[in-house]
């Protein structure tokens, strides 16, 4: 598996193919919501398995901190180390930025993978695309 930064328009679709897949088409987010205005200002990471991509995610520098957003692996790979190989390059990414702390909003189904990596909850919970949600953070 190898998880990469998106450099090309063939990436960038792969990336997009993933996102759509896991959140409009498994968990019904409308498109207008799933892709926004932060697109052209983030910095986005596609994983692939044997050539195909399974996994996606996104980062935006804001000031001081990272936020970590649209993370989301194929459900025919989840559990298979595709979102741990993700965060973790992603992370690594983070740190060449001189970024020292992450912040994530996760889905409450994905709260203990955030925790097993070094995520802490700090907010209550609330809904997000009518999907619950808590805010999470890491220092790097």
Known sequence: MTVKVVNTAEESKDAFFV???????????PEEIEVDQYEDESIHFVAYEKGS???????????????????????????????EKLMSYLEQVAKE?????????A???AERFYKRLGYDTYSDQFFDAGIPHVSMKKIL
Do not use: D, M
């Open 19 to 29: 996102r759509k897949t896991v959140f409009i088409e498994e968990q019904n987010v």
């Open 53 to 83: 991509p399974v996994g996606a995610g996104r980062l935006r520098i804001l000031g001081s901190y990272g936020k970590v957003e649209r993370i989301c692996v194929l459900k025919s790979v989840r559990s298979h180390g595709v979102g």
């Open 97 to 105: 930025e001189h970024i020292t702390e992450l912040r994530l909003n």
């Open 107 to 109: 889905q409450i189904r």
